[in-house]
């Protein structure tokens, strides 16, 4: 993949790893709500994503339109996930889980012992069900499967996934399809600090809840390895331009968690230089700010 | 709903995906598959709760009232 901007320095992030395979793009994207597999392929291809998800269901054996979205993706250079979308319980996600590494075997890609593991708890708030998530990701884990763990964001929920042997853990910013961005950074810096403590090389994913290229950005800004969003781009007024945005969004991200924000302060600092001035400053706080009110952000 | 046992004329009621389809007796994955118009590529297949390998298709054989499971990927998140 070629940097967006030719005339950025020569920064070249670390690769994404996940489990046994690594990827330049830090952004995976979702297939699904599009209007037409055309656009879903367009956007997929804006956003320079290696890794589409995707759901099993059932064939339908008699008004099959015959077009199947695979036919409008270049599965040379893309990794189908498949999910467990629609799993309530463990063994309901084990299955579907089955089923989707078949379906990847029967197309001979490369890689195929893979699942994003979703296993809600209620159906109107779409919200993960944690309990039956650890269950399932330690049969998957057991059954050859990587797991990638879609689950909320509770640090400690967010470690047991991983002792039990999932290759990315992979915290909700915020309800599915809710746009409401990363709503507790303070749980997914404890997550990031805490999975990565001795493991500096384990990927947290957030997924879920990306709204649009800032929240994608913070979610890289605040630790987080990728993002993994769908309705952002599908569900906005040209996805294949919000798919470009979240992708230049993840280089932006990733560059400036790279680079390392700056101290906030409670007060202002003149970037201009004091000494010189024609006239006296006017103003107190000024005077006293000195050393004061610094907000160390990490 | 249906026999229990292949019908005169040879052919036996199956489930699948829910919906009843009518099969030679002894019909095969992949037989069903051509009669339904599926390709092999692309798609798992379930019998009675356990994954039919695609390298198998043409030698599992199907029985009457078995319950059959065909999926394929469809976009998700």
Same mark, same amino acid.
């Given at each position: ?5 030719? =005339? ?6 670390? !690769? ?12 995976? &994207? ?9 656009? &879903?392929?367009?956007?997929? #291809? ?28 270049? !599965? ?16 309901? #996600?084990?299955?579907? @889980? ?37 269950? =399932? ?32 853990? &992979? ?41 649009? #290229?800032?929240?994608? =950005? ?26 470009? #945005? ?12 790279? @680079?390392?924000? &700056? ?36 | ?77």
């Amino acid at each position: 993949m070629e940097q967006s901007s030719d =005339a950025g320095p020569a920064i070249a992030p670390d !690769l994404l790893r996940i489990g046994s395979q690594q990827f330049q793009s830090r952004l995976l &994207m979702g297939s699904g709500r599009f209007e037409s597999f055309e656009l &879903m392929a367009a956007a997929v #291809a804006a956003s320079a994503a290696e890794v589409v998800t995707f759901a099993v269901r059932r064939e339908r054996l008699y008004d099959s339109s015959g077009r199947n979205l695979l036919d409008f993706l270049d !599965l040379q250079n893309l990794k189908l996930l498949p999910n467990t979308s629609g799993a309530y319980d463990a063994a309901a #996600a084990v299955r579907l @889980a089955r089923m989707g590494r078949e379906i990847l075997r029967s197309l001979e890609v490369p890689v195929d012992n893979w699942v994003k593991l979703e296993v809600l708890g209620d159906s109107r708030t779409l919200l993960p069900d944690p309990i039956e998530t650890l269950r =399932a990701t330690e049969l998957l884990v057991a059954d050859g499967f990587e797991v990638l763990c879609y689950t909320s964001d509770d640090p400690i929920l967010a470690r047991r996934l991983k002792a039990a042997g999932a290759v990315s853990v &992979m915290p909700a910013g915020s309800p599915i399809g809710s746009g409401l961005g990363v709503l507790n950074p303070h749980n997914l810096q404890t997550i990031v600090a805490d999975l990565k403590a001795t493991d500096p090389d384990f990927p947290v994913i957030v997924d879920a809840g990306i709204g649009t #290229a800032s929240d994608a =950005a913070l979610a890289l800004e605040l630790g987080a390895d990728a993002v993994l969003l769908n309705s952002a781009v599908a569900r906005a007024g040209d996805p294949v331009k919000m798919a470009w #945005a979240m992708r230049l969004a993840v280089e932006a991200g990733i560059a400036a968690r790279a @680079a390392g924000r &700056m101290g906030k302060s409670r007060f202002a600092s003149a970037s201009s230089p004091e000494i010189g001035l024609l006239t006296s400053p006017v103003g107190v706080v000024s005077r006293i700010s000195e050393g004061l009110g610094k907000v160390k952000d990490n | 709903m249906s026999t229990s046992q292949p019908d005169s004329v040879g052919t036996m009621p199956v489930l699948v995906n829910e919906q009843r389809v009518d099969l030679p007796a002894g019909a095969t994955v992949q037989q069903l598959l051509l009669q339904l118009g599926l390709p092999r590529r692309g798609l798992a297949v379930e019998v009675n709760g356990e994954i039919v390998p695609q390298r198998s298709f043409d030698e599992r054989r199907l029985f009457v009232d078995d319950r059959i499971e065909v999926v394929s990927l469809v976009g998700g998140g």
